[in-house]
């Protein structure tokens, strides 16, 4: 492919030439967990698959291209990912991550990875001033989501990124939310990408995957070391479903986007509802950031209910459309109660969520159907 391709074409080109053998215009799916070898070490580039498959090649080529990273590599899935980012960090060095994350990182951190002698805070990452007072001298890694989960609340990448290496700290952008379409974290100063490609990458709900992405040789040689050691990999048919749900991704976002957009307009007007967490309304703190930082808004919406918990898990229950389960990204609207749900797990720390929050993905389906599901789940 030629650098200059767009994201679309790269969606749907990169790493993935017709097969030579056959001229397929999809990848095969290389099931096979080992390679013949002509002599001891002389292979065709490959020798076991939880080291490398031709398959996971083709996703992790595309996904750098779409990241405009030099190096992709895949996991089992996004905890996967994370989990192995994290061991570039070693006991008594410092991770400084947002106030509002996925509830799985900070259970990773709090109860898997501070045992093994890793510190870590958490602090606002849209205060800058506050950032610069988190930092240490034996911080090593600043990791951002933006817009964060489930808050919506967005970090300069580049003013962050600009801090952190001051520090001689490295910054990871869980992109997820936002997705490479809408955002690329390493053209703004950030060194890795982490994704869910669970989510709106695989689009379809069918498929748990997770990826890293970087431009830094000597960072990708550990972290390809890392993958094949502890073996958290992807099988074939996972890589080939994220694939497939590659070459839609331009399409879906900017359905995403368009009745995300209609829907945060409708829910800040509604009576019941106390606050709309969206950076797309032009009253959100981070509108004018994601503007400049953003092609667009995303998919993801959360709100308040004035009503508290119980107007919260009533709501959930009542609509039709938007069918009730965690996960996110994909083709249909879901929605679901963080507080239990995929935030419990900091439940009992600082990060804990408001229990009136209600967090929607919406979906691709017709736009004035989903209003009419959401008015009538209010009306309740």
């Known amino acids: 492919m030629e650098n200059n391709d767009h994201f679309e074409t790269l969606a749907i080109h990169a790493g993935q030439p017709p097969d030579p053998s056959t001229g397929a215009v999809m990848p095969p799916i290389y099931q096979t967990s080992t390679y013949v070898q002509s002599e001891v070490g002389v292979h065709h580039g490959y020798e076991y698959s939880r080291t490398d498959n031709p398959t996971r090649t083709a996703l992790q ?14 996991f089992a899935s996004g905890m996967a990912a994370t989990d192995t980012l994290f061991r570039l960090i070693h006991p008594g060095e410092h991770v400084l991550i947002g106030d509002d994350v996925y509830g799985g990182t900070y259970r990773l951190l709090d109860k898997v990875l501070r045992g093994y002698g890793l510190l870590f805070d958490h602090v606002n990452m849209a205060d800058l001033e506050a950032v610069t007072a988190a930092l ?9 989501e933006t817009p964060t989960n489930p808050m919506l609340r967005l970090a300069d990448i580049a003013a962050v990124s600009q801090l952190a290496h001051k520090a001689g ?14 955002q690329q974290p390493l053209a703004l100063g950030a060194d890795f990408v982490v994704h869910s490609t669970t989510k709106y990458l695989g689009g379809h709900s069918d498929v748990v995957g997770g990826a890293i992405l970087t431009s830094d040789p000597a960072a990708y040689q550990r972290l390809k070391f890392l993958q094949n050691a502890i073996g958290a990999v992807p099988g074939p048919l996972d890589c080939w479903l994220v694939l497939r749900g590659l070459k839609t991704l331009a399409l879906r976002m900017e359905r995403h986007c368009a009745n995300a957009q209609r829907i945060a307009a409708f829910l ?8 709309v967490h969206y950076p797309g309304l032009p009253t959100d703190p981070g509108h004018a950031l994601a503007r400049r930082q953003m092609r667009d808004f995303g998919g993801m919406i959360s ?5 508290g918990e119980a107007a919260a898990r009533r709501m959930v229950t009542a609509t039709r459309l938007f069918a009730l389960a965690e996960s996110l990204g994909g083709v249909e609207s879901l929605i679901e109660y963080p507080a239990s749900m995929t935030h419990a797990s900091v439940a009992d720390s600082p990060l804990a969520v408001d229990p009136g929050l209600v967090r929607l993905s919406v979906g691709v389906e017709h736009v004035e ?7 009538q789940a209010l009306a309740e």
């Open 61 to 74: 080529s595309c996904l750098a291209a779409l990241e405009g990273a030099d190096f992709g590599l895949a």
């Open 136 to 144: 240490r001298p034996e911080t090593r890694l600043v990791w951002l």
């Open 268 to 275: 800040a007007e509604q009576p019941a509802v106390a606050r």
């Open 169 to 182: 700290a490295k910054v990871a952008v869980d992109n997820t939310f936002a997705t490479p379409f809408l």
């Open 303 to 307: 709100f308040v209910l004035k009503g």
């Open 369 to 375: 159907d989903l209003l009419a599901d959401l008015e």
